[in-house]
């Protein structure tokens, strides 16, 4: 394993503060840091923990967190039985299609609001039409932004 230079790890930091912006937890961040750069690619929770600094029960809570979003991924090798993480190679566009999955469910729920609140004031409702608007318009134009993605890591995979 190699060992993180100071400048790698203000990396894994700096991605950490970043993902906790939106509410990850620091030592996930960190994970996701470390994995975006780490040599070899599959790293163990012991190897995580110790660049990290921290403790595995962390690294576990982490990859627990991690795991679901697609983002990053458990493997094991043949005849072993430690599993070892990495980012999944398509994970950042299975983070965001789980994400952006959601669109219609959300914009189902402002509907109901908007009728749950359709004689009410309008100063009451400006927030939920406002939500209701954008997820309206996500749902219609995300279809077509992950074609455009596909056919873009189609020529870049060609090229």
Do not use: C
């Amino acid at each position: 394993m190699i060992i993180p230079t100071d400048a790698e790890l203000e990396f894994v930091d700096d991605v950490a503060v970043f993902f906790a912006r939106d509410g990850m937890p620091l030592i996930a961040g960190r994970v996701v840091g470390w994995l975006l750069i780490s040599d070899p690619p599959e790293q163990s929770a012991a190897e995580l923990a110790d660049v990290l600094r921290v403790s595995r029960s962390s690294i576990s809570s982490a990859t627990r967190l991690l795991a679901p979003s697609g983002l990053i991924e458990g493997v094991r090798r043949r005849g072993e039985r430690q599993e070892l993480f990495r980012m999944a190679p398509d994970g950042w566009s299975r983070m965001l299609a789980a994400r952006y999955a959601k669109t219609s469910a959300f914009r189902e729920f402002t509907e109901a609001g908007l009728r749950v609140l359709a004689d009410g004031p309008a100063e009451r409702r400006e927030r939920l039409e406002n939500a209701h608007e954008l997820y309206r318009f996500l749902e219609k134009e995300l279809p077509a932004l992950w074609l455009r993605w596909s056919a873009h890591r189609a020529v870049a995979d060609d090229g």
